[in-house]
């Protein structure tokens, strides 16, 4: 059985972990992530190193200077918000368009990414796209995408990318005679 100050020090331990390493990730100091936190720079030391155990007003500031939610810290991720079984994978369709599309990242949340699987059958007529992302990004699994930017189009192969901002007016099509797989990756506006 595990003491209650061995959990308390390994709650420290663990939280002070993740927020050094996000921190690190983001390449901010000590002094400008506490200064954003309303902390100062020795007891965020302190925290970082599992030595404090930040007070919950103290974890929001640190979480906000850090861009992230509070859940970051203290939740561990389940299986359901993180994982996408293949076999779950079910496909969906728009109005206008012969594209299946199926969800690869999660729904709800704070997301700041999502990523879909295209099924695009084999002479798919242009589809003008209409994305509600800031960028967009492709990566041809399979076949052929015909993809218009304004006036230029590029045709893509198996393991080529395409990275864009999504005010850009575009389109794809699949001028092949076989069903072209991409994975599409955007990141969605802020409202």
Request: proline share 4%; net charge positive.
């Amino acid at each position: 059985m595990v003491s209650p100050l061995d959990e308390k020090a390994y709650v420290a331990a663990t939280t002070g972990r993740r927020i050094r390493a996000l921190r690190q990730r983001l390449r901010r100091t000590l002094q400008e992530t506490a200064e954003l936190a309303g902390i100062s720079k020795p007891y965020l030391s302190q925290v970082e190193r599992g030595r404090a155990t930040p007070s919950l007003r103290s974890l929001i500031g640190i979480a906000r200077a850090l861009g992230v939610t509070l859940q970051y810290f203290i939740e561990t991720p389940a299986e359901e918000q993180v994982v996408r079984r293949a076999e779950r994978l079910k496909f969906f369709g728009f109005t206008g368009s012969a594209n299946q599309y199926g969800r690869l990242t999660s729904t709800g949340g704070d997301r700041k990414l999502d990523a879909q699987l295209v099924k695009m059958p084999a002479g798919a007529q242009r589809f003008d796209v209409v994305a509600q992302a800031t960028e967009e990004f492709l990566y041809v699994m399979s076949g052929e995408v015909s993809l218009t930017l304004e006036d230029t189009t590029f045709v893509l192969r198996a393991g080529d990318t395409a990275h864009f901002e999504s005010a850009v007016p575009h389109a794809w099509a699949n001028p092949s005679d076989t069903e072209s797989v991409f994975v599409w990756v955007g990141t969605p506006k802020l409202i």
